[in-house]
């Protein structure tokens, strides 16, 4: 079994942890709750340290792309689903009945859903790129105003807009 490695990340959109392995990234979930943070000696592997620097790249507006490992164990269609997120453009959105189109049934609108849900690395596995079908914001673990920045951020980058930092 792989050794487990972890760090923080203080990103523009509050705490963010990072968890992984030597080969892939397992984790990226925000923290709100700062008693939640594991001290000791977490350790960082290569893979976590090149997280970051690509995630400080992604706020800065230089990164539309991360090139790490990733991986999440889940059911094939979780792994199917987790899959075609990483297919949505940076700066593009689809609705939760495209996903479940592009998953071959639109039946499976809830269960896409659900599993986009589940997602456990943010970001980098963009599940913030899903909205409803009536362009609303709806649905992200880490709450709304992140997935609404998120999407601002990205949309700002995508048309030429100047950021701030």
């Not at 925000?30 to 995630?55: K, M, W």
């Not at 071959?104 to 849900?117: E, H, L, S, Y």
């Not at 880490?142 to 930092?165: A, C, S």
Request: aromatic content about 12%; overall charge neutral; some cysteine.
């Amino acid at each position: 079994m792989n050794e487990l490695y972890y760090t923080y990340y203080e990103s523009p959109i509050g705490l963010i942890k990072i968890g992984g392995t030597e080969n892939y990234i397992a984790e990226l979930s925000f923290v709100d709750n700062r008693e939640q943070i594991a001290y000791g000696e977490p350790g960082i592997s290569d893979v976590i340290h090149q997280c970051t620097e690509q995630l400080i790249e992604f706020f800065q507006g230089r990164r539309k792309e991360f090139t790490i490992p990733v991986h999440q164990d889940g059911t094939e269609f979780q792994k199917r689903v987790w899959s075609e997120l990483l297919e949505i453009p940076f700066g593009k959105t689809i609705s939760y009945l495209d996903l479940a189109k592009r998953l071959g049934d639109p039946k499976v609108i809830r269960a896409a859903a659900n599993t986009n849900g589940k997602n456990k690395i943010a970001i980098i596995v963009p599940c913030h790129r899903v909205i409803g079908s009536d362009k609303t914001l709806v649905g992200y673990s880490g709450g709304l105003w992140r997935k609404k920045w998120l999407l601002q951020h990205e949309f700002r980058i995508t048309h030429g807009v100047q950021t701030l930092f």
